[in-house]
């Protein structure tokens, strides 16, 4: 909305997204200054390699973090098995209070409509508590299947992260004569003996060249270890 005069004003000024003074400040607004658009264009690009790098950089915090409190996958099942034992002992105390506490009730029932003689009320309680047994016992059933498939997908994906899961999926371990794992290639020599573990089986193999990180691969060609 621009009408020309700044004191002036109409209608169209008050619903209008955006007002213009004059209708050449109108014009500028339009066509804003392309160095301007530029610039904040690199701003917010700047601004989102930013925010990009910092999330990363948590995601990496994170991602470290929670590899240094993974634990031995046998602790874990170990540690999830007894506290599953735990539950199924608690449940069942808590089953047997519950019939305990229902009988007895039943009982006193009893005894109340025994003396007046209230054989339908006595078959109505005996059929509640029927139904509470049973519902009870499939409450019990169902917490404990739940907590053992919770169980079993902890133990998979434990096995799945675990040394061994990954060397089933085709990875190897080198050791050196030692029985330490190798990490850099510029801690072997030519003729040193290494053993690589694999996801099924071992083999030793014969450093015949090294090839340091860093050095240019098209000079050195890559190691090939010789099986004994």
Do not use: W
């Not at 608690?90 to 005894?111: A, D, F, M």
């Not at 519902?135 to 169902?142: F, T």
């Not at 096995?159 to 190798?182: E, F, H, M, N, W």
């Not at 089986?201 to 340091?212: F, L, N, S, W, Y």
């Amino acid at each position: 909305s621009a009408v020309g005069h700044e004191v002036d004003f109409s209608i169209a000024d008050f619903v209008a997204d955006l007002r213009a003074p004059t209708p050449s400040a109108a014009a500028e607004l339009l066509c804003p200054d392309q160095m301007e658009v530029r610039t904040y264009l690199s701003s917010l690009n700047a601004s989102l390699q930013n925010q990009i790098l910092r999330t990363l950089r948590g995601a990496r915090e994170r991602q470290q973090s929670l590899h240094k409190r993974l634990r031995n996958p046998a602790q874990l099942i170990s540690e999830r098995s007894q506290r599953l034992d735990e539950r199924e002992l608690y449940l069942q105390r808590l089953i047997g209070q519950l019939l305990q506490t229902h009988r007895h009730r039943v009982n006193s029932l009893e005894k109340r409509l025994l003396s007046l003689s209230p054989s339908r009320q006595l078959t109505q309680q005996q059929r509640q508590l029927e139904e509470t047994q049973k519902r009870l016992m499939v409450a019990v059933r169902n917490a404990l299947r739940h907590q053992q498939q919770r169980l079993n997908h902890t133990a998979d994906m434990i096995r799945k992260l675990s040394p061994d899961g990954t060397l089933q999926r085709g990875y190897a371990i080198v050791l050196d004569a030692r029985g330490k794992a190798v990490t850099d290639a510029g801690s072997l020599s030519q003729g040193d003996t290494l053993q690589a573990r694999f996801g099924r089986g071992r083999a030793t193999a014969t450093v015949t060249t090294v090839e340091p990180a860093g050095e240019d691969s098209s000079a050195n060609p890559a190691p090939t270890p010789t099986g004994n």
